[in-house]
């Protein structure tokens, strides 16, 4: 996770496989950003090559799926 700067957002992030309790409060510039950061961090690894988590805009509203792929940190919208 980055520190805080001027152009980054309040985020909740949480893996859709653990569920909202385990969510963490992520500052970056972008959803995605948000979403590489919190998949950076996770400790509890799915068994399949890719993570799916649900990133919320605490700032502005709106939410976004990512799945994220464990081995390059390239993300793609849930399907």
Avoid: Y
Wanted: proline residues 4%; hydrophobic residues 40%; charged residues 25%.
């Amino acid at each position: 996770m980055t520190n805080a700067a001027n152009d980054d957002r309040r985020f909740s992030v949480h893996a859709r496989h653990l569920g909202r309790h385990q969510a963490r409060v992520i500052h970056e510039p972008s959803f995605e950003a948000a979403a590489v950061a919190f998949v950076e961090d996770l400790a509890v690894w799915p068994e399949e090559d890719e993570v799916s988590v649900m990133v919320v805009d605490l700032d502005g509203g709106g939410e976004h799926c990512f799945r994220v792929d464990l081995s390059t940190g390239e993300t793609a919208p849930c399907g």
